[in-house]
């Protein structure tokens, strides 16, 4: 996957641009172990969503700096200049430790070759788009670090030899961005057997804490491709005004492990391992009802955490409940529709095609949907452009 950075000889700067496609998660990640080297608390499992209708598109561009001058950490985020967070900083000086210089090419096969440390002179300018609305709720935050993380470690030619370590990478900027790294269905692993086994060496199990694509057989893998259909309800926020969660998903996540006893014996009895296994099972065997009531129950297990987090954690409305209401009378006579909800209010509907006009049209119906988009599953994760 590694690439030559593009050379422009006018400007003498180094440039590269790729996409990333969001993830839903399927068995939920909440809870971190470790909160620097981000390792979770449990494993999870994702759906990767098809780039052409939701992804992240992200340049990253080294500019040499004028004589005298300091040089410069930039973001634009949807074209408007943004703050570099704390996260984002240690993936870009990891990147900085890490790279052994950089070759670039231009068009007519020139080439310009940096070393490490002129790499630090150079001001770096990240720019970065969502083709969907960024911090709503829709996993903005997968598709966007995934992107940078990638980007940047092509970009200063770190880990060319070592397809895992991206994910690291990735999870640095955010736990659930490891996941967008690949197509289909992801589980990341948590990388301990159990909680007790993370002791002294986190950063051993760091190492360990690797997103993986689920291997299933080419036929069922084809056959999940070419019948599920994805509606994304994007609700209204009605009175809140705003797509932002009250609660971000890193502070949600670390009170529902300091308070929540529910969240203590999900852990315990590891029922996201257990989840992750019978669904891996599902998947195998083409079983959609029984994907789909596994894949409603995990979302509700995440939103009982939450509300046994104290002080409680809500992060669906009345719009979110009432998909839900619709979504189990559509399947009163068995499983045609899965819903999932993230630590936000908007709604993942999961149907087979031939019932998608009909999923479609109990929703349509209901007010403070804004808007369904019609997807489905990406075939392929993070790439270069
Ligand atoms: C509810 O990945 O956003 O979407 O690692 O702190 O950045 P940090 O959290 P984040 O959490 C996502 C939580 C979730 C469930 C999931 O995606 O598995």
Same mark, same amino acid.
């Given at each position: 996957m590694s690439a030559i950075p593009k050379y422009d000889r006018a400007t003498k700067s180094l440039s590269l641009t790729a996409t990333s496609p969001i993830n839903i998660a399927l068995v939920k990640y909440w809870g971190k172990v470790?909160?620097?080297?981000?390792?979770?608390?449990?494993?999870?499992?994702? #759906?990767?969503?098809?780039?052409?209708?939701?992804?992240?598109?992200?340049?990253?561009?080294?500019?040499?700096?004028?004589?005298?001058?300091?040089?410069?950490? *930039?973001?634009?985020?949807n074209g408007k200049e943004d703050k570099i967070t704390s996260r984002i900083r240690s993936i870009i000086e990891?990147?900085?430790?890490?790279?052994?210089?950089? *070759?670039?090419?231009?068009?007519?096969?020139?080439?310009?070759?940096?070393?490490?440390?002129?790499l630090r002179t150079h001001s770096l300018i990240i720019t970065s788009e969502n083709n969907f609305a960024t911090a709503s709720g829709l996993a903005s935050s997968s598709s966007g670090l995934s992107c940078l993380a990638f980007v940047l470690s092509q970009l200063y030619g770190v880990s060319e030899s070592f397809p895992d370590e991206y994910t690291k990478f990735a999870r640095l900027g955010s736990g659930s961005a490891c996941r967008s790294l690949y197509g289909g269905f992801v589980q990341w692993h948590r990388g301990f057997q159990a909680i007790q086994e993370l002791t002294e060496d986190s950063a051993k199990v760091s190492d360990q804490s690797l997103a993986r694509a689920v291997e299933l057989s080419q036929e069922s893998m084809e056959w999940w491709y070419n019948n599920l259909s994805i509606l994304i309800c994007v609700v209204n926020p009605g009175d809140a005004q705003t797509y932002q969660k009250d609660?971000?998903?890193?502070?949600?996540?670390?009170?529902?492990?300091?308070?929540?006893?529910?969240?203590?014996?999900?852990?315990?009895?590891?029922?996201?391992?257990?989840?992750?296994?019978?669904?891996?099972?599902?998947?195998?065997?083409?079983?959609?009802?029984?994907?789909?009531e596994l894949t409603m129950k995990e979302s509700n297990q995440l939103h009982a955490v939450c509300?046994?987090?104290?002080?409680? #954690?809500?992060?669906?409305?009345?719009?979110?409940?009432? #998909? #839900?209401k619709t979504a189990t009378k559509l399947n009163g006579q068995g499983n045609i529709v899965a819903y999932s909800i993230d630590a936000g209010f908007h709604v993942f509907l999961f149907t087979l095609k031939e019932n998608q006009v009909k999923v479609h049209e109990a929703m349509s119906v209901l007010p403070g949907i804004d808007q369904i988009i019609i997807t489905r599953i990406g075939r392929e994760g993070v790439k270069l452009i």
């Amino acid at each position: 996957m590694s690439a030559i950075p593009k050379y422009d000889r006018a400007t003498k700067s180094l440039s590269l641009t790729a996409t990333s496609p969001i993830n839903i998660a399927l068995v939920k990640y909440w809870g971190k172990v470790h909160e620097q080297l981000i390792i979770p608390a449990n494993s999870s499992l994702s #759906i990767t969503i098809d780039q052409a209708d939701l992804c992240s598109k992200t340049k990253v561009e080294l500019i040499p700096t004028a004589e005298g001058a300091e040089p410069q950490l *930039r973001l634009v985020l949807n074209g408007k200049e943004d703050k570099i967070t704390s996260r984002i900083r240690s993936i870009i000086e990891l990147m900085r430790e890490r790279t052994q210089g950089v *070759r670039a090419h231009d068009d007519q096969g020139h080439t310009l070759t940096l070393d490490a440390s002129e790499l630090r002179t150079h001001s770096l300018i990240i720019t970065s788009e969502n083709n969907f609305a960024t911090a709503s709720g829709l996993a903005s935050s997968s598709s966007g670090l995934s992107c940078l993380a990638f980007v940047l470690s092509q970009l200063y030619g770190v880990s060319e030899s070592f397809p895992d370590e991206y994910t690291k990478f990735a999870r640095l900027g955010s736990g659930s961005a490891c996941r967008s790294l690949y197509g289909g269905f992801v589980q990341w692993h948590r990388g301990f057997q159990a909680i007790q086994e993370l002791t002294e060496d986190s950063a051993k199990v760091s190492d360990q804490s690797l997103a993986r694509a689920v291997e299933l057989s080419q036929e069922s893998m084809e056959w999940w491709y070419n019948n599920l259909s994805i509606l994304i309800c994007v609700v209204n926020p009605g009175d809140a005004q705003t797509y932002q969660k009250d609660v971000p998903s890193t502070d949600g996540m670390k009170i529902t492990l300091e308070t929540s006893e529910l969240m203590k014996l999900r852990l315990e009895a590891d029922l996201a391992q257990k989840h992750i296994d019978q669904l891996t099972g599902y998947l195998e065997e083409r079983d959609f009802p029984k994907f789909a009531e596994l894949t409603m129950k995990e979302s509700n297990q995440l939103h009982a955490v939450c509300l046994d987090t104290y002080p409680p #954690i809500f992060y669906m409305n009345e719009t979110s409940r009432q #998909i #839900i209401k619709t979504a189990t009378k559509l399947n009163g006579q068995g499983n045609i529709v899965a819903y999932s909800i993230d630590a936000g209010f908007h709604v993942f509907l999961f149907t087979l095609k031939e019932n998608q006009v009909k999923v479609h049209e109990a929703m349509s119906v209901l007010p403070g949907i804004d808007q369904i988009i019609i997807t489905r599953i990406g075939r392929e994760g993070v790439k270069l452009i």
